[in-house]
């Protein structure tokens, strides 16, 4: 037999011929264009996405271009392509089996932000289906999977045929990111995490609505977070990403309402993983922090609207609180928990849930009225505790938390306890606790009340 000459027929299989081999891209050509203000027309942007997805483009060209990004910005043409692209790197799942319009909602990320764990319940209890994709802590703010898997056997990682079985059965799914969707976007946060590239207004939005738009969702209620402890402190650059998010989503045929809401103090008394889910429980029993079960009950009226549940917030309020009252909320947990593997009996014992084994108060060192507490102090503190992770790889502690006895406007005596701290080391605690009891101002005069929801866009 005649050896085939290189370059002529199919060759063996798994040889590689030159004539097979992709022309290389011209990448440093697209980020010069973008350093120096230019626009990178659709073709780059579709070339530069997929070359993320499939290792064509190497991650220092990648972190250069994002740099070019943060400087530059992208037009409204630009973003557009860059979030078809970033879709279209990966699998879009396929809904349609599951009746109703599907509304998820979103949180920039918060301090004891619990809210979704109470939210996705009631909302399916009076029948919008809600596939909510959530995340995992990094940096000061929580993770709303961190606290799902507090609860022994709990799966946050389904295939796309197990989400929509969840979903179709339970009227609600609570679940991590699959491998296979948006896989574009998994490969640009870790890079920019990683290349102090995070702030920009377009890469946030592209990333976040990447994701909604892959699994399958109709509409999108965003939380965007305003203040000390949020992503974006500043309500100005709140408002432009808020804004962002609304027009990116209407061009992609999705749905947006934008909230802009307070977090320069943490939302609720608990801040930790089952801590915080214990709170959330409270919440569907008819119980919990009053700004906590404000908040739900606001985001869930809104997503009744863009659901087609409700005409307006007025009738959205009443079908949540109803839905409190009756327990419905409280039985979609429990059956979402069941389906996902999940150990029911903590819906009812909550007692069965993590808790770490030291705990420590911290009082307060004069009588007054605690006019601020510094959401992102106690938000990192709870970090270093465990409750949260520094970098990707960390391991989250479920049992640790801080409980908060006291919140703006309170008043407290000269030693009333201000926070219960739960730790596992010693060594741990005794770092935070300084940044902990300094997290509490104490003065004077009762500070005004501040409203929890600042802006509605959309």
Known sequence: MRARSPGKGPGPLGAVRKASRPAPLPVTTWIARKRDGGSLDDDA???????????RVPDYQLAALLMAIVWRGLSPGELGAWLDAMVASGD???LGDVPGVKV?????????DKISLCLAPLVA?????????????LGHTGGTLDKLESIPGFRTALDPRAFARVLAKAGLVLAGQSARLAPADRILYALRDATATVESIPLIASSILSK?????????????????GAFLPERARARELARTLVAL?????????????????????????ACELAEAIDVLRGGGPADTRALTVRFGAEMLILGKR?????EGTRKIEAAIGSGAGLEKLRLCVRLQGGDVRVIDEPHRLPVAR??????????????????????????????????????????????LHAKQGDAVARGAPLATVRYSESARFEAVRAAIAGSFAVGAQRPRAQPLVLERID
């Open 104 to 112: 998820d909602k979103h949180s920039t990320g918060g301090v004891g």
């Open 45 to 55: 942007i579709r070339a530069l996405i997929s070359g993320a997805a499939t290792g």
């Open 212 to 228: 909604k738009i892959a699994e399958g969702t109709d509409a999108l209620l965003m939380d965007v977070k305003v203040g000390r």
């Open 310 to 314: 409700a005409r307006d917030l007025a």
């Open 92 to 94: 879009r799942m396929r």
């Open 358 to 403: 030291h705990e420590a108060v911290i009082a307060a060192g004069r009588a007054g009225f605690v006019t601020s507490l510094d959401a992102g102090a106690l938000g990192r503190a709870a970090t270093r505790l465990g409750a949260g992770r520094a970098r990707k790889e960390d391991r989250v502690d479920p049992g640790v938390g801080i409980a």
């Open 249 to 273: 989503g209407s061009r992609a045929g999705l749905r947006v309402v934008a909230l802009l809401t307070a977090m320069d103090q943490p939302i609720g008394h608990a801040i930790g993983n």
């Open 125 to 137: 209890a009076c029948g919008v289906p809600v596939p909510m994709m959530s995340g995992r802590a």
